[in-house]
């Protein structure tokens, strides 16, 4: 799994015209689910994000997690994440899951991580054609890849 985690004060998801999830202050996060993930994989990846200390405490410093500021958590399917270019300037998407089981991995994911902070977790629709609005705060964003943990 791969994710690309941007630490945002507002962000939203709309599918042809319409919002289907959106969030305040927290993470956007999008995710690819690679051919061969497994619920090692998610939880890695779902305890990592919990767990990054990224926004900022009193004195400026990056140093609290997404409970720690009650934030909230957007997350958008991307199977583009894991497209490679190593053959070319077209990518190849062979990496990437099959439709059935990453859709299903992905809900997984999503469940998994509305459980662990405590709320809802909005996302947009798998596999559809999405408008993502962001406001990337300060900007931070991350890359997290659980088949490459040092990454």
Known sequence: MRAVIQRVSRASVKVDGAITGAIGAGFLILLGVEAGDTNDDRDWLVDKITKLRVFEDTEGRMNLALAD???????????????SLKKGNRPSFNRAAPPADADRI?????????????????????GAMMDVELNNDGPVTLILDSKRRDF
Not at 69 to 83: D, K
Not at 116 to 122: M, N, R, S
């Open 106 to 126: 992905y809900q997984d994911f999503v469940a998994t991580l509305a459980g662990v902070i405590g709320k809802p977790v909005p996302t947009g629709i798998f």
């Open 69 to 83: 500021i009650n934030g909230e958590a957007l997350i958008v399917s991307q199977f583009t994440l894991l497209g």
